[in-house]
């Protein structure tokens, strides 16, 4: 029986990590958008509006805004809302906005029933925006020149209407670049984010660090509004894209979108505190049948190899190479050290703790606390998509 379930394991996961590494192979870069390209392109470029949310921000406000006004784009914009910040954010940007009037700044100090900050914040931008596209990104990101135009003569080129981009992120020590080698795995197998660009995919794909859409798709879809209580609203927003069958892709662009994305180990527990649980629907059913999986296909194989013996003991060595591969190519795409790629079963470890501590968190306290604001679960439920 045990040799029928290394058999199992084996056909299961090789098969996956194929279909990982060949989907991770078929996304596009940023980079394949030559200058020669943008040199001879003849329409005029539309205007873009840069939408971004900043609640405390001051730490790396500065520099990510200095990266993004200067951009090599020649018509746009750059909506910075200040979303009841507490430290010196307010500041930072009155003597950014000041010295570029490409910069404009909404300080909001209300925030309505029924709405997440940052999302509310979003839309208000939005709301002041003038640009035909609309590109939503985080307060702590930085941008190379030349990204913007590349980013849409790529979009006006394959006639989409929603074009995400995979940034490089970076972390301090081992552990965190560990995890996010595991996290980047799990992420791309539960999003299918290559199969986006599919139209008869129900697969669909949006990050925070970089969200273009068209101006016009963006009030089609009903704004921020449809996902209002969303803690995951840059993917949530990419799904409602989707729905409404309007055409996107995401491309790798790793050495034009950067990100520091948390600086410790406790940070990034607390930042997955506000929406692990909402990637499983707030379903325990579906988070136990996850870890399951989980403990089963991605953790046991490697444990299996020191406690059994003949063919099963061969089976599930074999599957512990196919995962250490995955990861290994994976790693690789984030530019980061193959190595890395050995902790991909602590980092499944430590991801199932981090969900079920985020789903039992919630569960006890009724809701999720994020940026000092407590939303209630009863109400986040209601916004399911």
Partial sequence: MLFIGSLLTFIIVTGTAIYLVMGLRSIGSLEDVSEEELKRKEDPWMKVSIVIAARNEEKGLGDALATLLALDYPDYEVIVVNDRSTDGTETILKGMAEKDDRLKVINNAILPAGWIGKNYALYLGALKSSGQYLLFTDADVAMKPSTLRRALYYVERNQLDHLALLPKITLPGVFLNVFMIGFSVFFSLFTRLWAARNPKSRAHIGIGAFNLVKS??????????????????????????????????????????????????????????????????????????????????????????????????????????????????????????????????????????????????????????????????????ENII
Avoid at 340 to 368: C, E, M
């Fill in 216 to 381: 016009a798709v963006y009030w089609t879809i009903g704004t921020h509004r449809m996902i209002a209580l969303r803690p995951d609203d840059d993917l949530k927003l990419g799904k409602l894209i989707k729905k409404n069958r309007f055409r996107q892709e995401v491309l790798s662009a790793p050495d034009f979108v950067s990100v520091n994305w948390y600086g410790s180990v406790k940070e990034m527990i607390q930042g997955f505190r506000k929406n692990a649980f909402s990637g499983t629907e707030y379903s325990l059913v579906w988070l136990f049948f996850g870890t399951l999986a989980h403990i089963i296909l991605v953790v046991w194989p490697f444990i299996a190899v020191f406690c059994t013996s003949g063919g099963t003991q061969v089976f599930y060595g074999l599957t512990a190479g196919a995962l250490l591969f995955s990861a290994a190519y994976t790693a690789r795409l984030l530019g980061l050290k193959l190595f890395y790629g050995v902790g991909l079963p602590v980092a499944s470890l430590f991801f199932i703790y981090v969900v079920w501590w985020a789903a039992l968190l919630t569960l006890f306290k009724g809701g999720i606390v994020w940026r000092d604001t407590f939303y209630p679960l009863k109400k986040l439920k």
